[in-house]
């Protein structure tokens, strides 16, 4: 609506001004002389002194000397003068009452009531550091840190349906490089070139057995036995048992571990300011809506909406490929 506002004073301007050269406005022979603050009449409409003077010091606002020439004012007011008839004619001719532009008209008046009634309001509301912190403590559980715990693994495997020979086999693999690695005691994080010479889990023998972070909860590709003992160990460097699970034999060694507990407020407190000012914004938005609908009385045919079928979804095929790509 703007646009095609604006679009319709920029033609009549470019009318109205063409050369300071426009016929000023003149009155129709036989009309009602124009008296007291009244400067022109179209039709029924009147232009009066002061919208003209406002809009003169719209025009002339950080423009030194506009409008300083009887012939601009007058080119001004002839500006007005088109305008008006051109919207005389456009409501002579329905055209405010086609459907597209009485939506626009509609949807310009309630957002400029809706500024109106939100005047004075800050457009992002305050959030104090009170708010956040009691925020914070409210909702302690969002900004919890689960345990965590960074773990290496030496895996000796066989089939689960390996021979009870083939398992003693295995067992006794796993304890010689048990002995090993705890010879190593804290000169490796993890278990250094043991796992490249002993481990068949081939994503992490290269990376000395380690495995990364796993939370608590959490499973990964690990088997339950494995991550049991890695939360088990205690301190960094400590070994676990031989761990028997599905696919095979592991040693665990953990590397490092975070109990469980919270992220700081100062981390998370421009996250929680953020997400308050919107709900602020939200109850504003709400209270309005409230208040325009409070007293009026509102009926909705739920059973006619609920036979309106969803809108089809539009997909846009992608271009075709430059020649050459």
Same mark, same amino acid.
């Given at each position: *609506?703007?646009?095609?506002?604006?679009?319709?004073?920029?033609?009549?301007?470019?009318?109205?001004?063409?050369?300071?050269?426009?016929?000023?406005?003149?009155?129709?022979?036989?009309?009602?002389?124009? @008296?007291?603050?009244?400067? $022109?009449?179209?039709?029924?409409?009147?232009?009066?002194?002061?919208?003209?003077?406002?809009?003169?010091?719209?025009?002339?606002?950080?423009?030194?000397?506009?409008? @300083?020439?009887?012939?601009?004012?007058? &080119?001004?007011?002839?500006?007005?003068?088109?305008?008006?008839?051109?919207?005389?004619?456009?409501?002579?001719?329905? /055209?405010?009452?086609?459907?597209?532009?009485?939506?626009?008209?509609?949807a310009f008046i309630v957002e400029r009531f809706?500024?109106?009634?939100?005047?004075?309001?800050?457009?992002?509301?305050?959030?104090?550091? @009170?708010?956040?912190?009691?925020?914070?403590?409210?909702?302690?559980?969002? /900004?919890?840190?689960?345990?965590?715990?960074? /773990?290496?693994?030496?895996?000796?495997?066989?089939?689960?349906?390996?021979?009870?020979?083939?398992?003693?086999? #295995?067992?006794?693999? $796993?304890?010689?490089?048990?002995?090993?690695?705890?010879?190593?005691?804290?000169?490796?994080?993890? /278990?250094?070139?043991? #796992?490249?010479?002993?481990?068949?889990?081939?994503?992490?023998?290269?990376?000395?057995?380690?495995?990364?972070?796993?939370?608590?909860?959490?499973?990964?590709?690990?088997?339950?036995?494995?991550?049991?003992?890695?939360?088990?160990?205690?301190?960094?460097?400590?070994?676990? =048992?031989?761990?028997?699970?599905?696919?095979?034999?592991?040693?665990?060694?953990?590397?490092?571990?975070?109990?469980?507990?919270?992220? =700081?407020?100062?981390?998370?407190?421009? #996250?929680?300011?953020?997400?308050?000012?919107?709900?602020?914004?939200?109850?504003?938005?709400?209270?309005?809506?409230? &208040? *325009?609908?409070?007293?009026?009385?509102?009926?909705?045919?739920? &059973?006619?909406?609920?036979?309106?079928?969803?809108?089809?979804?539009?997909?846009?095929? @992608?271009?075709?490929?430059?020649?050459?790509?």
């Amino acid at each position: *609506m703007k646009t095609k506002f604006l679009f319709v004073v920029a033609v009549s301007g470019c009318l109205a001004l063409s050369c300071n050269r426009s016929p000023s406005p003149t009155q129709q022979q036989g009309s009602t002389p124009i @008296a007291g603050d009244i400067l $022109a009449r179209v039709g029924e409409q009147e232009i009066r002194l002061p919208d003209y003077k406002a809009e003169l010091e719209r025009r002339a606002r950080g423009r030194s000397g506009s409008f @300083a020439r009887t012939e601009q004012r007058e &080119a001004l007011l002839q500006e007005m003068v088109n305008f008006e008839s051109t919207y005389l004619r456009a409501k002579e001719a329905g /055209f405010d009452q086609k459907p597209e532009i009485s939506r626009q008209i509609k949807a310009f008046i309630v957002e400029r009531f809706i500024e109106e009634q939100l005047k004075g309001k800050p457009e992002s509301p305050a959030v104090s550091d @009170a708010e956040i912190a009691d925020h914070y403590r409210a909702h302690a559980s969002r /900004f919890a840190l689960p345990e965590k715990v960074r /773990f290496s693994v030496i895996q000796i495997g066989f089939s689960p349906k390996a021979t009870e020979e083939r398992k003693s086999d #295995a067992m006794r693999k $796993a304890e010689s490089v048990l002995a090993e690695a705890r010879a190593l005691g804290d000169s490796e994080r993890g /278990f250094g070139m043991l #796992a490249q010479r002993y481990s068949e889990d081939q994503a992490t023998r290269y990376l000395g057995g380690d495995a990364g972070w796993l939370a608590r909860g959490e499973r990964g590709r690990w088997d339950t036995a494995v991550i049991d003992a890695a939360f088990a160990l205690m301190s960094a460097g400590d070994l676990s =048992p031989v761990v028997q699970a599905s696919n095979g034999l592991y040693l665990v060694k953990l590397i490092e571990k975070q109990p469980a507990g919270h992220r =700081p407020l100062e981390e998370v407190a421009e #996250a929680i300011r953020y997400q308050l000012a919107l709900e602020k914004r939200h109850r504003t938005q709400q209270e309005l809506n409230e &208040a *325009m609908t409070a007293g009026l009385k509102i009926e909705i045919n739920r &059973a006619l909406l609920e036979t309106i079928p969803a809108p089809a979804s539009t997909s846009h095929a @992608a271009p075709p490929a430059l020649p050459g790509s």
